[in-house]
């Protein structure tokens, strides 16, 4: 079971001033509260929305910093970066249960951290000759790890960021957007992007053809990543949510490398004006804003 809670890092990837320039970039509009967390401001019709993306809240200032923000009266979806089920005590609505991220530690021996069956596809992978590249993300049309990812999105039915937000961020940050290839001969087999922010990163985007799954190249991409991150002094890595129900072998993958699941906060809807109106809501499903317990999958690696 996931039990353990790793510390929160020192600003999640959606809290960071780079992704608050990218989305500047792209002509978003954001506030930031008076303890630093990212606002982002939408309007539906003639109602203001505040989101707040992965904030790190603390329950005695979030009323006094939204007022001094003037974002009293907005109606707001906040999506804690860790648990945070007092917000019902202010009249919120859980909206959507809380999920797992695997972070990654980056000091230490890092091969030595992996499940074993991870470290052998890794050797594997590395006896296969391909060829890795890295490089910042580059400003062409034709990319095509952001092609794949577009038609796989399409294909899949879901939307991530946007690939003129994802292109926003290499450069509104010259430098903190990696993009790893594995190349057999002149073919590309997979790709992996990643956003650096302080000394923390995260993993973007990735694909990979039949062919380099056969070749394990994403162990090899994440490898590479891993050791140039660590060097660049890049202390932990975020690898994303992890769902060991709908999808086991991802959240094999992420957690093979030795990372440490953690709990996120769920996503909440609060509109203030209505104090404690909306608050019976909760009782519909008193479990909905729990962390879900969910079944730890090492022992298949």
Known sequence: ???????????????????????????????????????????????????????????????????????????????????????????????????????????????????????????????????????????????????????????????TWSEELTRAYGRANPGAAKLFTAFDGKHEVAAMLFLCHGRSASYHIGHSTPHGRSLCAHNLLLWEAMQWLSAKGVTQLELGTIDTDKAPGLARFKLGTGAKPRALGGTWGWWPPLGRLMSPLNLLDRRLMAVAAQADHSSAL
């Open 1 to 159: 079971m996931f039990d353990a809670q790793m510390p929160l890092p020192a600003k999640p990837l959606q809290q960071s001033g780079e992704y608050r320039q990218a989305v500047t970039m792209v002509g978003g509009q954001s506030v930031t509260l008076s303890d630093g967390t990212l606002v982002l401001q939408r309007r539906f019709g003639k109602l203001p929305v505040a989101l707040l993306p992965r904030a790190q809240l603390c329950r005695d200032t979030l009323g006094d910093n939204l007022r001094a923000a003037n974002l009293h009266k907005s109606l707001l979806v906040i999506s804690p970066d860790h648990p945070a089920p007092w917000l019902a005590s202010l009249g919120a609505v859980g909206l959507m249960s809380p999920s797992y991220v695997a972070q990654l530690s980056l000091t230490g021996d890092l091969r030595a951290q992996m499940h074993q069956k991870w470290r052998n596809r890794l050797t594997f992978s590395q006896s296969q000759n391909l060829r890795i590249t890295r490089q910042n993300l580059p400003s062409k049309p034709d990319i095509w790890l952001l092609q794949k990812d577009q038609d796989q999105q399409s294909a899949r039915g879901y939307k």
